[in-house]
T-cell receptor, first 114, second 109 residues
Framework: NAGVTQTPKFRVLKTGQSMTLLCAQDMNHEYMYWYRQDPGMGLRLIHYSVGEGTTAKGEVPDGYNVSRLKKQNFLLGLESAAPSQTSVYFC?????????????FGAGSRLTVL | GQNIDQPTEMTATEGAIVQINCTYQTSGFNGLFWYQQHAGEAPTFLSYNVLDGLEEKGRFSSFLSRSKGYSYLLLKELQMKDSASYLCAVVDSNYQLIWGAGTKLIIKP
């Protein structure tokens, strides 16, 4: 059981380049999320999805787009990368366990924008 | 605004007990999570509290006081593998998760 898989694990971009981060989950979870994690800050929600074909903005959506064409996949796109988008990106999916929406995270994707 | 406060770093000795505190000010409250994150890895779920009191799970316990906006994670019989960051997160009135910056726990032999 792979859980949540993110690709790529590392990527270096030049300012202005575009790229897509792929997230796949095999747990049949409805909810999926993209977070970024920066030093000294809590995880910040970029976009999320409550089901196939739906997406919604989180706390810091600017400069990112997402798509959820299939239930198991959630893609995060950077349209024109900026140095401020240098971060570690985590994908997560969630299920309801004993009244709580517990997140299962992928291993993370470290992105550097030069 | 919404705010979650945790100490940035704590140090403890192998075999000892450590308490990691989390205080929160959020628009509403619908539960509090603790996650563990080893360096360079993904956060993993530890505990969830929605009612006041102590929840015990093996060597780890989590406490909640909603009236004080306060929680703590208690780790007993510390092991070297417990060296990690511990993240506190609160579910607000819109069922959004608000995350603290995390507490880095260093275990010394």
């Amino acid at each position: 059981n792979a859980g949540v898989t993110q690709t790529p694990k590392f990527r270096v971009l030049k300012t202005g380049q575009s790229m897509t981060l792929l997230c796949a989950q095999d747990m049949n979870h409805e909810y999926m999320y993209w977070y970024r994690q920066d030093p000294g800050m809590g995880l910040r929600l970029i976009h999320y999805s409550v089901g196939e074909g739906t997406t919604a903005k989180g706390e810091v959506p600017d400069g990112y787009n997402v798509s959820r064409l299939k239930k198991q996949n959630f893609l995060l796109g950077l349209e024109s990368a900026a140095p401020s988008q240098t971060s570690v990106y985590f994908c997560a999916s969630s299920s309801h366990v004993s009244g709580a929406n517990v997140l299962t995270f992928g291993a993370g994707s470290r992105l550097t924008v030069l | 605004g919404q705010n979650i406060d945790q100490p940035t770093e704590m140090t403890a000795t192998e075999g000892a007990i450590v308490q990691i505190n989390c205080t929160y000010q959020t628009s509403g409250f619908n539960g509090l999570f603790w996650y563990q994150q080893h360096a360079g890895e993904a956060p993993t779920f530890l505990s969830y509290n929605v009612l006041d009191g102590l929840e015990e799970k093996g060597r780890f316990s989590s406490f909640l006081s909603r009236s004080k906006g306060y929680s703590y994670l208690l780790l007993k019989e510390l092991q070297m593998k417990d060296s990690a960051s511990y993240l506190c997160a609160v579910v607000d009135s819109n069922y959004q998760l608000i995350w603290g910056a995390g507490t880095k726990l260093i275990i010394k032999p």
